[in-house]
Every structure is written in structure tokens, then in C-alpha cells.
């Protein structure tokens, strides 16, 4: 499937990690230490701030903070030195001591190339690292303004890739048409429709409030709505011009203007935008459920031991994985058998693993021999068998049902395997 790029979701998914890593760094005061230098500023101008820092860091009152401090001071100078000038996004260093608890620091060192350039140039000491203008750039690469409209009622939303964020919501106060007839029918239709225009201008400056700043990026405005309502707003361009020219045509016809109707807005463009990010993950996720229903189990495999089992044959496809997934793949050594086993375990129980009785004997002690970030293992996996890896947002209704039902995992296969395991879920 050429559409999927593993590369670029490895890329991702690795940068959000790392910046997890970083942003769980804590120090027992000011001594974690955060630079950004963007692509245009001189090494030679930073190297002189952070002497200035560093001779203004021998005033600091706690011998601790002060030793950290200047530690991390001397550190980063040596880090920076070795760039003759900044790589073309700029790099962001952090460095410190973080606290591991019994009054104890650990030093730490994170250089960070971002995948985007950095527009500033900052150097801030705190007791945690400072991630903000990195974290902003942890996001999908669509956004699309969604507007779904009639006389009656408005629902303006972005949708962030995958996510769809409702904005704002708008009742109109035009009232409905009646049947009476004679002047006062004519002098009414004239109320309803200055009414109705009204509504509409209003509606475009909520749309320009909304969705002007983020026009750089931007890739266009969807329009709908149940009736007419949204040709005649878009033919009298009631939209700021820079949005009216992004509007996608045609334009699209929904049953709702609610919450609900931007939902039916992002599933009617599938037809349009077949690049969306949201209609392939939802395209995925329901074509793994067609091939589960299916009476032999179809091309689908779902779940650690039938995900593993297809792996190792070299029948996996398309690999989904949530985003949320957060493991390792551990290897451990028991003492008692001498046999070497693989775990896959929680983040969070990484450390107690020792603790663990030997999958083997059942007994132990054991030894940890190595770790690894899981989803990054599995990428190394898929990209060897000529497979590809589609992360699946966390926070979609699809995302959910991979998370919930699935463990976070699953696979479309090339051709079908007799795969043992659970029935799969109902619905």
C-alpha cells in the first residue's frame, strides 16, 4: 500500500517518544536547563550567553543547585561547541540533573533536531524542562476547517488529522416561513430573509474569528449542510476571501448541522479527499473488521500471540498500531534454568520484570539482558517482511475500538494463516 509511509509514522512516533522521555525528567530545583537555537543564530553568540550564564550561576546560594547548575553549564558549552553552525530546523538542547528519589540526581543530556524549523531562539532553567514549542509540533499534517450550516443552526470545528474539535455552535433566530397571504406575507418574507442574511454574516465572521489563523496551514474548508442553505452562503461569499478560496467543491450535502453533522461532513468528503487522514484510518479499521467477520477469520490478525504469529511467517500487510500502545520488549535470563526468555510488558514494568517468576520453570531469579521500545521493534519487523506500519490515533472512534477491543494491536494480512486465539469482538 503506497499511501502508508512507515518511514514518516516511525519518525512520529519516535519524536513523540522522545519527547515523553524528556518532558518526565524532574529536578529537585532550577537545574534542568532547556536552549533552543534556531536555524539562524551564530554558535558563536550562543557560546557567549552561556558563559555569561555560567559565571552569573556562581551566586546561586545552594551548593547543590549550584554544583548542577554549573555542571550542566559546562556540559552544554561542550555539546554546543561541536556545531560549527545550527542544523537547518535549528537543535534544542536539555540537559541537567533530574531527581531518582532518596534525595539523589541523575544526569541527563537530550539534543533534539525538530522535524519542523525552530522561529526562536530561548534558554530557560527550571525544574522541568521546557518542551512547548516541541510538543507543538506533535500534530497530524491536515487540518481542515469544517463548516455545516442551514437557516437554522450552525456548527463550525477543525479536524486535526484524525481528531475533529468541534469549535462552536450557533441557533439563528430567523424565523420560519408561513402561509398567510396579502401584504403582510410579502413585508414577513422580507423580515425572514434580512434575518436570514443576518445569520450568515454572522456566520462568516465566526468562520473568520476560527479559522483566519490558522490559514498558513490550512489545506482547505469543508462546507455542508442538509439543504441550499450552503450554496447560496458560499455563492454570496460570506467568507473572508482567503477562505473562500480554499473552499473544497463541490460542496458537500449532510443530514445534520450539529456535532453529528461535522462527523457526516468528514465521512461525505472520503468520496473527495481520498488523501485524509481520517477517512484512511477509518478505511483501514473497517476493512480489518469486514476480514474478522468473515467465517475463516479472513486476511485478519488481532491481538499479541496472532499479531507475533504473522509476523514471523512474513504474512503482515498493513500493521495497525494505537498510538497509545506504550510497551517494551524485554529479554530476561533465569538463574535457576539458565534459559533466556522475550517479554512484552508495560512501560511502567519494566523495572519490577526481575521480580518476575521464569516463564520456563517458574522460578527465578532473573536477569534483565536487554530492553527495547516495542513499536519501534514491530516497525523493524513489518519493514523487513516489505510490510507497512499505520498508527491509529488514540483519540478516534476507530482508535478506540483498535485500543478497547484489540489491545492496541492488529494486522491485514497478505493471505490467510490458521490463526488460533480469542473470538474476536462483536461489532
Request: aromatic letters at 8%; a neutral charge.
Amino acid at each position: 500500500m503506497a499511501e502508508l509511509s512507515s518511514d514518516a509514522e516511525r519518525m512520529r512516533f519516535s519524536f513523540r517518544r522522545k519527547l515523553e522521555e524528556i518532558a518526565a525528567c524532574r529536578g529537585r530545583a532550577t537545574e534542568l536547563i532547556s536552549l533552543y537555537v534556531s536555524p539562524t543564530k551564530q554558535i558563536s553568540d550562543v557560546m557567549g550567553y552561556l558563559r555569561n550564564e555560567y559565571a552569573q550561576s556562581s551566586n546561586i546560594k545552594s551548593r547543590t543547585t549550584r554544583k548542577n547548575v554549573m555542571w550542566a553549564l559546562e556540559s552544554l558549552m561542550g555539546r554546543v561547541r561541536a556545531y560549527k553552525e545550527p542544523p537547518a530546523n535549528g537543535v534544542a538542547f536539555f540537559v541537567g540533573s533530574k531527581a531518582v528519589g532518596a534525595d539523589k540526581d541523575e544526569p541527563v543530556t537530550f539534543i533534539v533536531e525538530p522535524p519542523e524549523p525552530l522561529n526562536t531562539y530561548l534558554y530557560r532553567c527550571d525544574s522541568s524542562f521546557f518542551l512547548e514549542p516541541l510538543f507543538g509540533m506533535v500534530h497530524e499534517p491536515d487540518l481542515w476547517a469544517l463548516i455545516v450550516m442551514d437557516r437554522a443552526e450552525v456548527t463550525l470545528g477543525l479536524l486535526r488529522g484524525k481528531r475533529i474539535d468541534v469549535l462552536r455552535n450557533r441557533q439563528s433566530l430567523v424565523p420560519s416561513k408561513h402561509g398567510r397571504g396579502g401584504q403582510s406575507a410579502h413585508r414577513f418574507e422580507r423580515m425572514i430573509e434580512h434575518a436570514a442574511h443576518e445569520f450568515f454574516v454572522k456566520c462568516g465572521e465566526m468562520a473568520n474569528e476560527l479559522f483566519l489563523p490558522h490559514k498558513e496551514t490550512l489545506r482547505g474548508v469543508l462546507l455542508g449542510g442538509p439543504g441550499a442553505t450552503k450554496e447560496y452562503f458560499y455563492k454570496e461569499a460570506y467568507l473572508h476571501y482567503e477562505l473562500q478560496q480554499k473552499v473544497v467543491q463541490p460542496l458537500f450535502d449532510v443530514g445534520y448541522t450539529d456535532e453529528y453533522g461535522l462527523k457526516e461532513l468528514v465521512e461525505a468528503a472520503t468520496r473527495t479527499l481520498h488523501g485524509l487522514e481520517v477517512t484512511e484510518e477509518k478505511r483501514l479499521v473497517q476493512r480489518l473488521l469486514a476480514e474478522i467477520r468473515k467465517a475463516d477469520g479472513g486476511l485478519a490478525a488481532y491481538g499479541e500471540a496472532q499479531v507475533h504469529a504473522a509476523l514471523d511467517a512474513g504474512a503482515v500487510d498493513v500493521l495497525l498500531v494505537s498510538e497509545g500502545l506504550r510497551k517494551h520488549r524485554v529479554s530476561v535470563q533465569c538463574a535457576a534454568c539458565g534459559t533466556t526468555s522475550e517479554l512484552v510488558v508495560p512501560d511502567a514494568d519494566v523495572d519490577q520484570v526481575t521480580e518476575r517468576a521464569c516463564p520456563r520453570c517458574g522460578k527465578g531469579p532473573l536477569t534483565l539482558v536487554s530492553s527495547r521500545e516495542y513499536v519501534e521493534d514491530l516497525f523493524e519487523r513489518v519493514d523487513a517482511a516489505g510490510g507497512s506500519v499505520r498508527l491509529i490515533s488514540a483519540e478516534s472512534e476507530e482508535g478506540e475500538m483498535l485500543s478497547k477491543a484489540f489491545g492496541g494491536l492488529a494486522a491485514i494480512l497478505r493471505y490467510p494463516m490458521a490463526l488460533r486465539g480469542p473470538p474476536a469482538p462483536r461489532g
